[in-house]
């Protein structure tokens, strides 16, 4: 896959300095949109129904899990492929799903995305059983992998270099109110028409989305992208995801078995294979390259442990004020209304307090609080008073999360090449995904939920106990990896040119970490490292709790 250097975000276009005359294309070209013009706002519009379908999903379905399994008659392990089988496709094709944009066209991408998402939807809704339903959440996965960064290339791509700060952060604000409102949505749908209008949503959405596109928004593609696209290494690492997940599912109803230990084998076997074809190929999907950059390495490793630990949570506390407390669907979508409504409303200015007092910090504080929240949710049980009970822990996960998904992002570009900043955000949120898909496979197996446990309040709620410590000290783990391996001055701008040292001559270390900035000038001076130029995040909005967003980074603010 030649063209998947740039990763799954928008790709680096030639940004024209203020007051250039528009690039061609004319009002309508690529890279000359206004966001005031009545054409820049059908683009915004459109970006923004196509994500927000993605983004309701990933929100809406876990509230009528519950529902799901007793119409279908379903266990435990259904209702975890509910959820995974989406994550499972979505997480190994989302940095392809970028390179196709860039090499066929973005829009022409983009709506096959639209339209594959909403078919994959209506099947979700018409499944007559698991088997079918499953099915049909992991083609909703794949169009997923390509409407979600299509959606943002679309932006990048088409809007004026002036305007498209401004155009990111509707996309970001109008995609954060649509995953904050989601838990309420799906709960009134669950308690309403029914669980399948769930899926049923994504229908009319797509049928608003799909017009306006064709009629206002113009096709851009980059003519510099060519080679072949590494489909063998999404599909290994897809098969590898998928084989480790169904063995961790499959796990508490078959034991150590044959059923169970091969497919874990062959999983790990394939993610061997996948490392190495990634490693030899002249045009990965994933280039391991990324990796020598340590601040990228340690804020992934921060990243799975505080994603896998979401996902955990948000997969069994859905279920546990239902089955336990006894709320009804409507009611545990609004219960967790909180939590999302926090990151909406103060993630801007954590990623401000991030950039004065450094990354370190936030990362560190943000999954600790995160770790007493869930802790606290363990209070939830039969009897529970919600604003006793259940909103203390909500809110003090909320603030967690405040404090570390803003942060989490802005370290991601700022550790790379600011060439790479698109790539390195692409794959920290196939990172995430890939961690929240293990943590829904692993952790009833960790706590010992048998696959019937759903259906008993009382086993469930022992087994939901057990289940939250778990989640918390993963997070315990990623505040400390955070502490120990994250800068305080990777956000720190760039000394202006000419400033900077020559090779074999480092920069004197920054006071309060000198170890550490030691090390990044020895890096540079070494040829492991190209001289930091940390890219501003363009996403002011951080509401996903599933992974952090695509974000590309602001060139203009690292000198690009």
């Known amino acids: 896959m030649g063209d998947s250097g740039s990763g799954p975000g928008p790709r680096r276009e030639h940004r024209a300095p203020p007051g250039a005359p528009p690039e061609p294309g004319g009002a309508g070209g690529a890279g000359s949109l206004r966001v005031s013009s009545p054409v820049g706002r059908w683009v915004v519009l459109t970006t923004v129904l196509g994500s927000a379908m993605a983004l309701l999903d990933s929100t809406v379905v876990n509230v009528a899990l519950p529902r799901i399994g007793l119409d279908l008659n379903a266990d435990l392990a259904v209702l975890q492929w509910t959820v995974n089988a989406y994550m499972l496709t979505l997480a190994g094709l989302i940095l392809l799903g970028g390179a196709l944009g860039d090499r066929f066209g973005r829009r022409r991408v983009f709506l096959v995305g639209v339209v594959w998402f909403a078919v994959a939807s209506l ?18 996965g794949i169009g997923g992998a390509l409407l979600t960064p299509g959606s943002l290339a679309l932006i990048q791509a088409t809007f004026h270099p002036d305007d498209r ?3 990111v952060g509707l996309w970001s604000g109008f995609g954060g109110v649509g995953a904050a409102i989601g838990p309420f949505v799906g709960g009134w749908l669950v308690d309403g028409p029914g669980w399948r209008w769930v899926f049923f949503l994504n229908v009319p959405l797509a049928a608003v989305c799909l017009p306006v596109a064709l009629r206002h928004v113009p096709e851009s593609r980059d003519p510099r992208k060519h080679g072949r696209f590494d489909v063998l290494g999404a599909t290994l690492g897809a098969l590898a995801l998928g084989s480790v997940t169904y063995a961790l599912i499959a796990a508490p109803g078959k034991g150590v078995s044959p059923a169970v230990i091969v497919p874990a084998v062959v999983g790990l076997l394939l993610g061997v294979a996948f490392v190495q074809v990634e490693r030899r190929r002249p045009d990965p999907m994933l280039p391991l390259d990324i990796f020598a950059s340590r601040q990228f390495t340690a804020v992934n490793a921060v990243t799975l442990c505080v994603y896998a630990a979401f996902s955990g949570f948000f997969f069994l506390s859905v279920l546990q004020l239902q089955v336990v407390v006894g709320y009804s669907a409507l009611g545990a979508g609004t219960a967790l209304l909180p939590t999302t409504v926090l990151m909406l409303l103060l993630s801007a200015r954590s990623g401000e307090l991030g950039r004065r007092i450094g990354p370190r910090i936030p990362l560190t504080v943000g999954p600790l609080l995160c770790a007493a929240g869930m802790l606290l949710m363990t209070r939830a049980g039969a009897g529970a008073v919600y604003w006793r009970d259940v909103l203390p822990a909500l809110l003090v996960l909320g603030l967690g999360m405040v404090a570390l998904v803003a942060p989490l992002t802005a370290t991601v570009l700022a550790s790379v090449e600011v060439e790479r900043a698109g790539l390195a955000s692409g794959i920290n949120n196939a990172a995430a995904r890939a961690a929240g898909l293990i943590a829904v496979a692993a952790l009833p197996l960790l706590a010992g939920m048998g696959p019937e ?6 086993l469930f709620a022992e087994t939901f106990g057990r289940a939250m410590p778990i989640c918390a000290g993963v997070l315990v783990l990623g505040a400390f990896v955070a502490w120990r391996t994250v800068r305080s001055d990777v956000l720190e701008p760039a000394p202006p040119e ?5 090779a074999g001559a480092p ?3 920054p006071a309060g970490v000198p170890a550490a900035a030691e090390e990044a000038a020895a890096e540079v001076a070494e040829g492991k490292a190209a001289p930091r130029r940390p890219c501003r995040p363009e996403c002011a909005y951080h509401c996903g709790v599933g992974a952090p967003p695509l974000d590309p980074g602001d060139l203009r603010d690292a000198g690009g």
């Open 123 to 140: 099947l979700c809704g018409l499944a007559p059983n698991a088997g079918v339903l499953i099915a049909s959440r992991a083609l909703q």
């Open 165 to 167: 700060a401004r155009a």
């Open 453 to 458: 446990a759903y259906r008993s309040a009382d």
């Open 498 to 502: 000419g400033a900077a040292p020559s």
């Open 507 to 509: 920069a004197a270390p």
